[in-house]
């Protein structure tokens, strides 16, 4: 099994920038995907930002709008998400997830994920 731990949250002011990272242990294969998503009170699970770890492709929320930037750095071996002009509405606790051979197509899709780590709180103050 794969067992993310998230780090980086915080509180920020609007329009400010905050840096999210996912360590992962246990391996990750090709075929598998790793993703953000994002829950605020009251709210569903959101799919914030995924990536296709044998092609490297990227997949976003509509509502990330190019604020966001998901990243697999090798060398640290985390996933990043760099989050740029925050708005008081991306306040949420912030989850890292793992699949095993994932469909590309439902990459932003919470129920397909099998391994989440515990979160991590993002809250935007105006």
């Known amino acids: 099994p794969v067992k993310p731990v998230e780090s980086g949250g915080g509180s920020v002011q609007a329009g400010g920038s905050l840096r999210l990272s996912c360590v992962a242990s246990g391996t990750i294969l090709y075929s598998d995907c790793m993703a953000w998503f994002r829950q605020a009170p009251g709210k569903e699970r959101e799919g914030v930002a995924a990536?296709?770890?044998?092609?490297?492709?990227?997949y976003y929320g509509d509502f990330v709008k190019g604020r966001f930037t998901i990243s697999k750095d090798k060398a640290k071996a985390t996933l990043d998400l760099q989050m740029n002009s925050l708005k008081p509405e991306d306040t949420a606790m912030y989850y890292c997830?793992?699949?095993?051979?994932?469909?590309?197509?439902?990459?932003?899709?919470?129920?397909?994920?099998?391994?989440w780590g515990q979160g991590t709180q993002v809250t935007v103050f105006s």
């Open positions: 997830a793992a699949v095993r051979g994932c469909l590309i197509a439902n990459s932003l899709t919470a129920s397909q994920y099998e391994f």
């Open positions: 990536v296709y770890i044998g092609g490297g492709m990227t």
